[in-house]
């Protein structure tokens, strides 16, 4: 009994392909995201030593004393 498995592999190949690139596209989106939040950090810190109020909200990035990330 022979059976073609040419398509299948085929497949499986631009299946793994999609996902490695859809991995690497969250791996960046992921790392801008973070460096956005890391500058507006900067930003509100600038702001505090200015005398200015903070002009971003970045409760949903701290933990729960107000000072660092929020954990996982």
Known sequence: MY???TEQRNTQHQLAK???EMRRFNQLATGRELRMVELKRE????????GLP???DL????DA???GPAAA
Not at 43 to 50: G, L, Q, T
Request: charged fraction near 25%; charge should be negative.
């Open 3 to 5: 059976a073609d498995v």
């Open 18 to 20: 999609a996902l490695e």
């Open 43 to 50: 930003v509100n810190e600038m702001a505090v030593r200015a």
């Open 54 to 56: 903070r002009p971003y």
């Open 59 to 62: 409760s949903f990035a701290e």
């Open 65 to 67: 004393t107000g000072s």
